[in-house]
């Protein structure tokens, strides 16, 4: 998959231009940082790329297809090739961890074995199987995001969007999550993450989106982030 951001600006209002006339590409299995200040505009770029919102102007392309033109009706099919991922999980608290991931499956009409294999298979692999009845309130952080992303995984996405997915994380379990982020760009999926953690950025050598209020300032392969 590629995708194509094409002069995008998004204005919350006549104050606010939250993304000012951003222009990138990113390849099919490319592992992306977007970062920058908070207020820079991340997460919006992520949000417009899940059609979670749409541009005032400019277009996205994900494999030529101009997605701020797909139809409400068409949506929920587009969302399906989307993992994402945030930064307070956003589990249902009323669900087990099997729950939340197998819910993935079921708005999708698979069949109950077919759910419980996949869910299985997942699980092991993130290794919260053994959390698989536990409900979100009683799981580490590091558990539950990884949780979030099998959930976010399960349907074989070809994109994942990961909105400071280790924000909330002690150092030693955002290493955790970067690591499975880091296995699941291995299997192709292509890999965008919103981030201000400097060091996991600098550490990982991947290329590196910065954005200063709303404009894309710096594109660099193997880049760095300078904080100061
Ligand atoms: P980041 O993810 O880099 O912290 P955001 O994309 O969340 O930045 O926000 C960029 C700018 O857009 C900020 O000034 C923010 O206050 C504003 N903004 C984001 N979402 C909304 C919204 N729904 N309504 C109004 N302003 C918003």
Redesign the pocket.
């Known amino acids: 998959m590629v995708i194509k951001f094409s002069n995008v600006t998004k204005k919350?209002?006549s104050q606010?231009t939250?993304?000012s006339d951003v222009n990138f590409e990113v390849k099919g299995g490319e592992f992306v940082f977007i970062v920058?200040?908070?207020?820079?505009?991340?997460?919006?770029?992520l949000r417009l790329l899940a059609r979670e919102s749409l541009p005032s102007s400019g277009n996205i392309f994900i494999d030529d297809i101009d997605i701020t033109k797909i139809k409400h009706k068409d949506l929920p099919q587009f969302r399906r090739k989307i993992g994402v991922v945030f930064q307070d999980f956003k589990l249902l608290d009323d669900r087990t961890v099997f729950e939340n991931v197998a819910l993935a499956l079921e708005v999708r009409n698979f069949g109950s074995n077919e759910i419980h294999k996949e869910v299985e298979r997942m699980l092991k692999l993130f290794e919260i199987w053994e959390r698989r009845n536990l409900f979100p309130n009683q799981l580490s952080g590091g558990e539950a995001q990884r949780t979030a992303i099998a959930r976010a995984m399960i349907g074989k996405p070809d994109l994942l969007l990961a909105?400071e997915p280790t924000g909330d994380l002690d150092p030693q379990t955002s290493w955790g999550v970067i690591q499975l982020l880091n296995e699941i760009n291995s299997w192709g999926t292509t890999v965008l993450m919103?981030t201000h953690n400097a060091e996991i950025v600098n550490t990982l050598k991947r290329r590196v989106i910065s954005?200063k209020n709303?404009k894309l300032v710096k594109d660099t392969r193997e880049g760095r982030y300078e904080t100061h």
Not at 36 to 45: E, R
């Open positions: 919350f209002n606010i939250a993304v920058g200040p908070s207020g820079a505009g991340k997460s919006t770029l909105d919103a954005m709303g």
